[in-house]
């Protein structure tokens, strides 16, 4: 069981940066492929980030590429999503997941636990 907590919200202007986090308890978090969603009012929720466990590999939607960095400190027990020049349409309540097996996962399908979410609201 892993269970995720997410943090690091808040209101933004256009074209700032922020930086949110995402901590687990339980089992082994090194061995758990993160990801990074996100849910704007009145949208279904879609994939945003994904870094693999081992070789950190990771991947984005195209929205965010070279705007959005995911990391992990598995020290920590933390993975990380850098947003910088964001937009007003980047805002949504952002969830972090952990799947348990499985590379460059992008479905919420893939993944076994979900955090509670943090709100981003960036001001244009």
């Known amino acids: 069981q892993v269970q995720l907590v997410e943090s690091g919200g808040g209101l933004v202007q256009a074209g700032g940066s922020l930086r949110i986090s995402c901590t687990a308890s339980?089992?082994?978090?090194?061995?758990?492929?993160m990801g990074w969603f996100r849910q704007a009012p009145g949208k279904e929720r879609e994939f945003v980030a994904f870094i693999s466990w081992d070789t950190g590999l990771t991947y984005y939607t195209d929205s965010v590429k070279g705007r959005f960095t995911i990391s992990r400190d598995n020290a920590k027990n933390t993975v990380y999503l850098q947003m910088n020049s964001l937009k007003h349409e980047d805002t949504a309540v952002y969830y972090c997941?952990?799947?348990?097996?499985?590379?460059?996962?992008?479905?919420?399908?893939?993944?076994?636990?979900w955090g509670q979410g943090t709100q981003v609201t960036v001001s244009s």
């Open positions: 339980g089992r082994a978090f090194s061995t758990y492929a």
């Open positions: 997941a952990a799947a348990a097996s499985g590379y460059i996962l992008t479905k919420i399908v893939d993944y076994n636990y």
